[in-house]
């Protein structure tokens, strides 16, 4: 498919495991972002991704959760001893990065819906 | 973190025009307004955005105010598929916050 791609789409997990969520964004898409989203919440924003740098990583909640990009393509977002309320939908989105703002679309993926027992 | 102001829930009737409103009074010039939606259970889905002109495709009508402090989604002719929540989002193409959007409902 041409899409974004996430998985695995359901991930269910003991507190105190530690995850990981496969993100495979557009291919030739240089920008990648994370966002979670709780249960009846709006979007919150995680990480940006160009190419396999991070520039902002502003939105991690805390020094359990890291993300990694390789080859300018997956990425991987991993949460360390998971808590209850690391429970959300985490979502990616890529999009192509030209030099033009106006092209600047995000296409997310379905989501990884993640719940930590 | 998200610098719009958006109602948090819209009722409209089938067929009708909807109208979301969206405040945005500290953007800054080089900043376009996007709008998304979300259809329950569904990533967002990138609607249309504008700079300052107003702008049309097959899906919406974007109207900004001349000082660009607010703008309006218009679907002119809801149906019951375009029930979700719709966020609308300044940026200038690098980094895009979402707030908590409008749930918009199309009742019959």
């Known amino acids: 498919g041409a899409g974004v791609s996430q998985s695995p789409s359901n991930k269910v997990t003991e507190k105190g495991k530690d995850v990981e969520l496969r993100c495979d964004p557009i291919?030739?898409?240089?920008?990648l972002y994370w966002y979670r989203q709780s249960l009846g919440q709006g979007l919150e924003f995680l990480i940006y991704f160009q190419g396999n740098s991070a520039p902002d990583k502003s939105g991690l909640p805390s020094d359990r959760f890291s993300a990694e990009r390789t080859g300018g393509s997956v990425s991987t977002l991993t949460i360390q001893r998971t808590q209850q309320e690391d429970s959300a939908v985490y979502l990616c989105a890529s999009s192509p990065r030209t030099n033009y703002p106006e092209n600047e679309k995000l296409f997310f993926g379905s989501g990884t819906q993640l719940s930590v027992l | 973190d998200a610098k719009t102001t958006q109602p948090p829930s819209m009722d409209c009737a089938e067929g009708r025009a909807a109208n979301l409103p969206c405040n945005h009074s500290t953007i800054s010039g080089n900043e376009y307004v996007y709008w998304y939606r979300q259809i329950h259970s569904q990533g967002p889905q990138y609607i249309i955005h504008g700079l300052k002109n107003n702008e049309t495709n097959e899906m919406a009508s974007l109207i900004i105010t001349e000082d660009r402090k607010s703008s309006t989604l218009i679907l002119p002719h809801a149906t019951l598929r375009d029930t979700a929540v719709y966020y609308c989002?300044?940026?200038?193409?690098?980094?895009?916050?979402f707030g908590t959007g409008t749930s918009l409902t199309v009742i019959p």
């Open positions: 291919s030739g898409h240089t920008a």
């Open positions: 989002i300044v940026s200038t193409g690098n980094q895009f916050y």
